[in-house]
């Protein structure tokens, strides 16, 4: 188990594990086992939490009684995290380690509907954040194991609740662009940047890379994880995507999907 060896064959137990979204507790079973495959722990976070929400969306019908529930699930994370502060791989990739996060955007969408910021609300709300998120990110989980992650994950939701203001608006579009881009293939880069790095790694270990030579690699890993995403996107999702929605979508959600 951890530390030791594992079969060939455990590779198979590996991929039913991501596909079925119980990745991240067959981690806290084994340890880490994949350098490529170990990062698709938060897939099964997002997909069970994807699952159960609607669920219970669905069964609890109004929006007074959905709230409670992500609240709830916000306060349960902290407590989760500060039981578990002693092994990361339970306070970092645990289904209750992590719905805190993707409970605060949810009761963030919803607010956006209803919410509607001053250009000053929002500039001090963004100057707050930012450099909040900043300092969080800079200090660390280590000793905050507890309160860190919702932290940050807080910080992230004022600037979404902020975007789309005046004072974003008024910002260049070509600054925005790559970003933007970015937004649109997030599930690609998100799926393929570790093979991308794991390569990169193998072709100069990290030991053998000067100081000076580290920016500039970066550069070269953004780039071609971008274009791996790309590709990706070109010949496989957006394929796939128009396959399924010609398969499933109604004609009137068909050309909602596309006019987006």
């Not at 992650?149 to 005046?166: H, K, N, P, R, Y």
Request: aromatic share 12%.
């Amino acid at each position: 188990i951890k530390g030791q060896p594992l079969p060939a064959s455990f590779s198979i137990l590996s991929i039913v594990s991501v596909l079925t979204f119980w990745h991240n507790v067959l981690m806290e079973t084994v340890g880490y086992f994949n350098y490529c495959v170990n990062i698709y722990w938060s897939l099964s976070v997002e997909e069970v939490f994807y699952l159960l929400f609607p669920l219970a969306a669905v069964a609890l019908r109004r929006t007074r009684y959905f709230v409670p529930l992500c609240l709830a699930v916000i306060a349960a994370g902290p407590i989760y995290r500060a039981i578990h502060a002693d092994n990361e791989l339970y306070f970092m990739y645990g289904y209750l380690a992590c719905f805190d996060a993707i409970a605060l955007g949810c009761l963030t969408a919803l607010l956006k509907r209803r919410v509607s910021l001053t250009k000053r609300a929002s500039s001090i709300a963004t100057w707050i954040a930012a450099p909040g998120l900043a300092c969080i990110y800079l200090i660390g989980f280590d000793g905050h194991e507890a309160a860190g992650f919702t932290l940050i994950a807080l910080a992230t939701c004022v600037l979404l609740l902020t975007s789309g203001s005046d004072t974003q608006e008024s910002r260049p579009l070509r600054l925005r662009e790559p970003l933007c881009w970015m937004g649109r293939h997030s599930y690609e880069l998100y799926l393929f940047h570790i093979v991308v790095l794991a390569c990169m790694r193998d072709l100069v270990p990290r030991d053998a890379l000067a100081n000076g030579a580290k920016p500039l690699w970066l550069l070269v890993f953004i780039a071609l994880s971008c274009a791996a995403a790309a590709a990706i996107s070109r010949y496989f999702s957006e394929p796939a995507n128009r396959a399924l929605r010609r398969r499933f979508a109604t004609p009137r959600t068909l050309f909602a999907g596309e006019a987006s």
